[in-house]
């Protein structure tokens, strides 16, 4: 079976070209060769990936094989040289191999010529294939460093244009599309910033056609790669749409190209495009598809997630902006309802009509706690968009406490729960009555809903610079994981179907605790149930309150 061979010649006789090709042929070789016979001759001829070996005469006219050496050695190339002479003795032969070349034959012994040339070949390919595979992985190493802990979608696109640049590319492209449908150079990168302003602005003037018949486009359609190992004149000039697109063109400089679709779990979100501009780098082959395609396909997960990223981050702004609006259309009306309901019962009582006021005082109730309800869902927006002050006062924190466990009196008896209060006096800070009242009240109303027909503890006492509100129950209690995430906003330990409410108390209780420069925490009560504890310091920070949404 014969093997391809791609052979450069420097040699100035085509009767010795010939005895070394057919010596070749009969080590079964198809010989493919090139013979140059100057020092220009050979610059102009080397090129990667060109050539699988090198034969060189030692001596032509004004040219030897030394030179040649050095000029393959200066290049950079990793090209196999094996000097083939009629006059090259034992010493020279040394003395070149010394300086780099693998072997020497005389041209009248070259039986062994065959074999030396399929050992250096199959070496010089093992050298490569290592090089490359120590490449790709210090690539992907690279790519889990530069591709993580950024959710900005511009700053992730420059990312991955700037990772394959230049260790596996002189060029890259990343063309992106926000809806399926249109496709944008989103960023280029390349090592002269000249280079890639240049590139951007003949993006402006000939932005991409979905419907060119080859590249981006066609690997967008079609979500298949696609690796051109040369960009021939022919093919740009069917690309350009005028002579100056392919006069740009032209300047980007582009030997070899390979384009690869970033396809996402629901389809392609665009193409990534390598180009190879320098001569002395290897021209694109199959072989660097799958380090391209690894590279590609995490970048695209990536933005997979930070396109998701956006689109919650859209949907919680769509959804605080809803409930701040339902909240302000909410107010009023219930507003006027509570008024009308009060002066029914008081009129109820003037009438002494008992089973009336029973009845007007149950629906009082509700209306309250819709209002409670529509102020909770304003505290949220209000809260997400950095927009609540404290009013600091001095505020008893045992009065303010015995006032909340008071009303709610009735429900903790309507859920069979007896609320014991156990409080140092003296507790006086300087807070926010309104926000600390609505912490106390998130966490005793808490317990109630989760420790029903069980005594609730409820202790005020002081602890160093500060005080503490510690609320017991002896309910189902928390699993440790649920600790945080219950003063998330929407945060549950349980099904809403269950126990039901907005999942909003426990985080406004945080926020509250927070803006005062204290903290509030749960844990698991001995014996069962839960614990909670509100920490304010004496004398809080004066601040408003910021969260990023």
């Not at 034959?105 to 040339?117: C, D, Q, S, W």
């Not at 950024?150 to 992106?176: G, I």
């Not at 072989?287 to 981050?313: F, G, H, I, K, T």
């Not at 429900?411 to 309104?434: P, T």
Request: aromatic residues 4%; charged residues 30%; negative net charge.
């Amino acid at each position: 079976m014969t093997r391809p061979l791609r052979v450069l010649l420097v040699e100035d006789n085509p009767d010795d070209q010939e005895l070394v090709e057919r010596e070749l042929r009969r080590g079964d070789f198809e010989v493919s060769s090139h013979r140059v016979q100057s020092a220009e001759e050979l610059r102009a001829a080397l090129e990667p990936g060109a050539w699988d070996i090198i034969l060189s005469d030692y001596c032509l006219p004004g040219f030897n094989a030394p030179a040649a050496l050095d000029i393959v050695r200066d290049s950079g190339l990793d090209i196999p040289f094996i000097v083939v002479s009629g006059s090259v003795g034992e010493f020279e032969g040394e003395e070149v191999m010394r300086a780099g070349a693998r072997d020497y034959f005389p041209k009248t012994l070259l039986t062994r010529l065959p074999a030396a040339v399929a050992r250096e070949v199959e070496q010089a390919r093992q050298r490569q294939a290592r090089a490359r595979a120590e490449r790709d992985r210090n690539l992907l190493a690279r790519a889990g460093e530069v591709l993580a802990g950024s959710l900005d979608l511009q700053e992730t696109l420059d990312k991955v244009a700037r990772l394959p640049v230049p260790e596996l590319a002189d060029w890259c492209a990343v063309y992106f599309s926000e809806d399926g449908k249109h496709l944008r150079v989103a960023s280029l990168a390349h090592e002269d910033p000249r280079q890639v302003e240049q590139g951007l602005e003949t993006d402006r003037l000939f932005p991409l056609e979905l419907d060119a018949p080859f590249g981006p486009a066609r690997v967008f359609r079609t979500g298949e790669p696609q690796v051109l190992p040369d960009v021939s004149l022919e093919r740009l000039r069917a690309l350009a749409r005028s002579p100056e697109h392919l006069r740009r063109l032209l300047a980007l400089g582009l030997r070899s190209v390979t384009h690869v679709p970033l396809v996402g779990r629901l389809g392609t979100l665009g193409v990534v495009t390598l180009g190879i501009t320098e001569p002395r780098r290897p021209r694109f082959t199959p072989e660097d598809l799958p380090v391209a395609q690894e590279l590609v396909r995490r970048a695209a997960l990536l933005l997979e997630n930070v396109r998701l990223y956006r689109e919650s981050q859209e949907a919680i702004r769509l959804r605080d902006e809803f409930l701040a609006v339902a909240a302000h259309e909410l107010r009023t009306p219930l507003t006027t309802l509570g008024l009308q309901l009060g002066t029914l019962v008081q009129r109820a009582r003037r009438e002494s009509s008992p089973e009336m006021v029973e009845r007007l005082d149950k629906g009082l109730r509700q209306v309250k706690r819709l209002g409670t309800l529509v102020e909770t869902l304003l505290d949220v927006s209000l809260l997400s968009t950095g927009e609540v002050p404290l009013a600091l006062e001095a505020v008893d924190l045992v009065e303010l406490v015995r006032e909340v466990l008071e009303r709610f009196e009735a429900e903790s008896q309507s859920m069979g729960c007896v609320l014991r209060l156990e409080a140092e006096r003296g507790l006086v800070g300087q807070w926010d009555r309104m926000r600390v009242e609505q912490g106390v009240s998130a966490l005793v109303s808490n317990a109630l809903k989760f420790g029903a027909r069980q005594p609730v503890d409820v202790r005020v006492m002081a602890d160093g610079a500060g005080a503490r509100v510690v609320v017991e129950d002896r309910g189902i209690g928390i699993a440790r994981e649920q600790l945080e995430h219950i003063f998330e906003r929407f945060g549950r330990a349980v099904s809403s179907r269950s126990y039901g409410g907005l999942g909003l108390g426990l985080y406004l209780a945080r926020r509250a605790a927070e803006a005062h420069g204290g903290r509030v925490w749960a844990e698991p009560r001995p014996g069962g149930g839960a614990r909670f504890t509100l920490e304010l310091p004496l004398r809080a920070v004066d601040k408003t309150v910021e969260e990023s949404a």
